[in-house]
């Protein structure tokens, strides 16, 4: 009964989150953070889904607060800095008495970032651009569009080379009250000793470069090479390539457009509005191909509706199908923004993905240790799809946003079982069938995640933007069953976890972004081995300082 209802709600969700959008009748409108559509020089029909929103836009105000009256004659007409023009934050439509053009757009662009021309070519860098593509917090998804947003507004200028780069790094200290058991996310569990209840390290979470080409009208290329520490030891290389794409469209001439190559596949939001640390949602459900994607898409009108096919075998990040040869599995999504009046807007969308890594009880979580590893004896697999909608307000001041995401089935690594994969005999229906048939099995936890979140935008009196945020996340993984350690031979238990964060984070210039961030953590549950180390109990807090520096 309680499977039945969650279905049913799920289901209704859906229908709820695709129906609004497509029965609306609006006005052209923005999605989820255009580049500067309320700034002169931009096209106001044009923003790309998924941008970094309201960073990208608080640059922009910096800019324009530096350069109040500023004004240049460009092919006839007058391009005007002024702070009544910087209003919005997540490029929301509305002249705000400003006339747009392409041509101011690129003089302003030109103004913050630096070009040359070599063989007839404009290579330039650009921090906006490079904020949208390389923002590890927020536009986690929508890479494709963003290039063609980006691309139509004037920010990619025809037959160009945008290069650009960015790091996230600072000081990560965490204290917490089981030994060894470091929770933060964006880390692997390998944090400090097994027996150390305090850790503090230097760490680059991310450093990465962008390079976008634009040539001809419907041809982009991008590529990110990208360092990270963050990696597991033994089985990945710090430096990995971690996109390479082309994207084909032209939406000045038509909505549709095709992406194809190795890239985030565009399933959900999964933006966290705090400094530094992943979600809950964006570290279970994130998605990242290692094997090239098709991803077909449509936007107009604030409307977006994209679809990805993929090979199966292990991906990345989340995404995991049978028969690696094969085109095994594939995404949707869907996002739709609603204008309210100034600078307000709400957004709803949703996304689905049609298997993960949560469809067995074997949890190798690399190439290397799927290929090389030995799965339990008894090995439960079977497809487990996973689904996501979201809702989101946006003002000048004041950003909230919630997101709840699921699996539509129970992850196998969770379901009460011993060393060998066979499950406790108290889940098991009938006896007499099969020990590996989750249709024997009566558990029906599936693997979800609540994240709300908040932030606030007040302007200091320098014209800066200080972004003060919230961010709340609920995991629901098992149930209350205790296990024992085959390892340690100590209880475990992995029913939920939780984490909060609180941050400020202060703009010192387009290219430089200070932050501070508290992270609460209740329960170390790792996707690791996760029956033989989890522990529900494990509080610790954690301090991060850092910075975000782009160019």
């Known amino acids: 009964m309680k499977t039945r209802i969650k279905y049913s709600l799920l289901a209704g969700s859906a229908l709820l989150l695709i129906g609004l959008p497509v029965a609306a009748n ?122 063609l947003v980006n691309r139509a507004n004037g920010v990619l200028p025809k037959n160009s080379l945008t290069i650009g780069g960015a790091v996230k790094g600072g ?66 290389e710090e430096m990995q390539l971690r996109k390479a794409f082309v994207v084909l469209g032209n939406l000045d001439k038509l909505p549709f457009y095709a992406a194809f190559g190795r890239k985030t596949i565009d399933f959900g939001n999964f933006d966290g509005y705090n400094a530094f640390t992943q979600t809950e949602a964006q570290h279970y459900f994130w998605a990242a191909s290692d094997q090239p994607v098709l991803e077909v898409g449509f936007y107009k009108d604030g409307f977006k509706l994209v679809g990805s096919a993929f090979s199966g075998g292990r991906q990345l990040r989340t995404a995991y199908a049978a028969e690696n040869n094969n085109i095994q599995n594939y995404a949707f999504n869907a996002e739709k923004e609603f204008l309210l009046g100034g600078s307000k807007a709400f957004t709803v969308g949703g996304g689905y993905l049609h298997d993960t890594i949560y469809r067995n009880n074997w949890t190798a979580h690399t190439f290397q240790a799927i290929e090389s590893g030995t799965p339990p004896t008894n090995f439960i697999e079977y497809r487990n799809s996973a689904v996501t909608g979201f809702a989101e307000y946006n003002s000048d001041f004041f950003d909230a946003m919630v997101e709840y995401s699921t699996t539509l089935k129970p992850w196998g690594a969770a379901i009460p079982q011993d060393a060998d994969g066979f499950v406790d005999p108290a889940y098991i229906i009938d006896a007499a069938g099969s020990p590996n048939d989750i249709d024997n099995i009566n558990f029906d936890q599936n693997l979800e995640v609540l994240v709300a979140q908040a932030r606030i935008k007040p302007k200091l009196p320098n014209g800066k933007r200080v972004a003060i945020a919230a961010v709340g996340s609920w995991g629901n993984i098992g149930d209350d069953f205790q296990g024992l350690s085959s390892v340690t031979f100590q209880p475990t238990s992995w029913k939920n976890n939780q984490q909060h964060a609180a941050s400020i984070e202060y703009p010192v210039s387009p290219y430089l972004d200070l932050g501070i961030e508290y992270v609460y953590n209740k329960g170390f549950i790792p996707f690791v081995n996760p029956q033989n180390v989890s522990n529900d109990d494990t509080i610790a807090h954690a301090i991060n300082v850092g910075l975000k520096a782009r160019f």
């Open 171 to 236: 000081f990560m200290w965490q204290k917490t009250d089981s030994p060894g058991q470091f929770p933060i996310l964006s880390r692997f569990p390998f944090f400090s000793q097994g027996t150390d209840t305090e850790a503090g390290v230097f760490a680059i979470n991310n450093a990465a470069l962008s390079f976008t080409a634009s040539f001809g009208d419907w041809t982009n290329i991008y590529m990110q090479p990208e360092y990270s520490e963050t990696n597991f030891p033994g089985d990945q």
């Open 26 to 147: 609006h006005n052209p409108t923005s999605l989820r953070g255009a580049f500067p559509v309320n700034f002169e020089g931009v096209d106001s029909k044009y923003v790309q889904s998924g941008a970094p929103s309201w960073q990208t836009q608080r640059l922009q105000q910096q800019y324009a607060a530096q350069n109040v009256g500023y004004s240049v004659q460009n092919n006839g007409s007058t391009y005007v800095a002024s702070n009544t023009n910087a209003q919005g934050l997540r490029g929301l439509s509305g002249t705000h008495g400003v006339s747009y053009s392409q041509a101011a757009a690129n003089r302003f662009h030109g103004d913050i970032g630096r070009h040359m021309n070599i063989g007839g070519v404009n290579v330039r860098t650009n921090p906006y651009h490079t904020a949208d593509m390389l923002d590890w917090q927020e536009n986690t998804t929508g890479k494709a569009l963003s290039i």
